[in-house]
């Protein structure tokens, strides 16, 4: 299995001086093509800082990205971008979307930005997205007219309309109730049956159950894992209950 994202021994550091701490501290994490993983962890943790080294938002002090065999840190910001645009999909806690846009303008906006003259097709392809993840009804809708699980539909939307290769999450269902974030995460499952990788950062055990891998982190280290059968099928409660109880053995 080909992998997508490869950290080896990544070092990332906050602070000069006697104030400098290290926040990944010697990581290294392999994550398959096709695979769904999270990453759980106290506070502070080093999780979003993970995310954010290994989809090369932020620059490592040591070590190495690799990103479909591409070395991140030898290449330069530029490219970097186009990357991260062409062959990423971000969500987060609150997608950041314009006010003053519908939701469909606002999910076709980065795609429109890069590629005017296909405005047609990219409107087309968002609007095959929003079918899929049930907003379809909702494109003309202003964003403070949706709730919290539909605007985050709308940032999945926007995060695939470069049919990216891998989705980095971070705390994606973390603001919305617990119907919702099941039917986010039941969307993240299809996405990801489909051939996307998907890596997820969550406090949620009910959230990290439903993926396949999940790498416990505290102090900067990956300190454990736990792998769970790819498919779900009707074992939610027993996975959560092993997320649950490495958590406890691990204590965090
Ligand atoms: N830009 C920065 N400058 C200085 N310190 C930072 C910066 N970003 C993160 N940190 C520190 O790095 C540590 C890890 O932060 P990170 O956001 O990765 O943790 P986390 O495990 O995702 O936490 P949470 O679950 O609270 O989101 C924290 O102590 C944080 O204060």
Redesign the pocket.
Known sequence: MNKIVIGDNIVKS??EGIEQ?N?LDGVSVEINEDEFVSVM????????????ALSGM?GINSGKVVFDNKDLSAIGEKQLSDIRRSEMGFIFQQPTMLKNLNILDNIILPSIRDNRKNALKISEKARTLMEKVGISELEKRNITQVSGGQLQRAGICRALMNSPKIIFG??PTGALNSQSAQEIMDILSEINTEGTAVML?T?DAKVAARTERIMF?RD?KIVSELKLPKSVGVNIDSRIEKVTAKMLEIGI
């Open positions: 906050f602070g701490r926040i962890g106290p506070s502070g943790s080093g999780k979003s800082t993970l995310m954010f932020d971070d705390e950062v406090h982190m900067g």
